[in-house]
């Protein structure tokens, strides 16, 4: 079982930076991909980035690549996903997931946990 808290959410103007972290629980953490999802209102959560056990293959959503990087810090059983030159249409909920696979997928259907999320308001 592996337990996830998000945390880094905020209100921001377009053209700021965020950073998100999300802190897990567990030993095994280094063995998992983890994602970060979000959710706007009325829209079904989407993919938005990935990272392999490694740390060494990522994935990104079209619409953020060149904005947005993930990284982890396995010492630390942490993830992270640093949001640069934000747009409104970034408002949502995000939620970071970790899939027991250890490799980078795009599915929400292939995360085995999920945390809470955190709300990430940009404004125009």
């Known amino acids: 079982q592996v337990q996830l808290v998000e945390s880094g959410g905020g209100l921001v103007q377009a053209g700021g930076s965020l950073r998100l972290s999300c802190a897990a629980s567990?030993?095994?953490?280094?063995?998992?991909?983890m994602g970060w999802f979000r959710q706007a209102p009325g829209k079904e959560r989407e993919f938005v980035a990935a990272?392999?056990?490694?740390?060494?293959?990522?994935y990104y959503k079209d619409s953020v690549k060149g904005r947005f990087t993930i990284s982890r810090d396995n010492a630390k059983n942490a993830v992270y996903l640093q949001m640069n030159s934000l747009k409104p249409e970034d408002t949502a909920v995000y939620y970071c997931?970790?899939?027991?696979?250890?490799?980078?997928?795009?599915?929400?259907?292939?995360?085995?946990?999920w945390g809470q999320g955190t709300q990430v308001t940009v404004s125009s």
């Open positions: 997931a970790a899939d027991m696979s250890g490799w980078v997928r795009i599915s929400t259907t292939s995360y085995d946990f």
């Open positions: 567990g030993r095994t953490f280094s063995r998992y991909a």
């Open positions: 990272i392999s056990w490694s740390g060494s293959n990522t």
